[in-house]
Nanobody, 125 residues
Framework: QVQLVESGGGLVQAGDSLRLSCAAS????????MGWFRQAPGKEREFVAV????????YYADSVKGRFTISRDNAKNTVYLQMNTLKPEDTAVYYC??????????????????WGQGTQVTVSS
């Protein structure tokens, strides 16, 4: 398994931007599909975005499409989530997750093997 550490969360105002980072350990990072999920208080963890091993394929939840961008730098063992035009409903703990394999249209949390500890994003109105 790979160890994951998220960073970049914080308190922002509606309309602002944030970039989350997720640093992974190990030398096989490029063999993992990487995803971002989020969990708001009292709600289930929900899919946000996913990227395939090379970065050539991405998929987004409808709620963030056009505002968020997932990317990765395999040389740095890092995946990013650029979040623009943030809304109060984006407030949540954001988690990155890793999954071995080539299929990347994977939006179910239970299908991911490794998780980070999460980073809090709070968007005020």
């Amino acid at each position: 398994q790979v160890q994951l550490v998220e960073s970049g969360g914080g308190l922002v105002q509606a309309g602002d931007s944030l970039r989350l980072s997720c640093a992974a350990s190990g030398r096989t990072f490029s063999s993992y599909v990487m995803g971002w999920f989020r969990q708001a208080p009292g709600k289930e963890r929900e899919f946000v975005a996913v990227i395939n091993w090379s970065g050539s394929g991405t998929y987004y939840a409808d709620s963030v499409k056009g505002r968020f961008t997932i990317s990765r730098d395999n040389a740095k063992n890092t995946v990013y989530l650029q979040m623009n035009t943030l809304k109060p409903e984006d407030t949540a703990v954001y988690y990155c997750a890793a999954r071995k394999g080539s299929a990347y249209y994977i939006t179910t949390a239970a299908d991911y093997d490794s998780w980070g500890q999460g980073t809090q994003v709070t968007v005020s109105s």
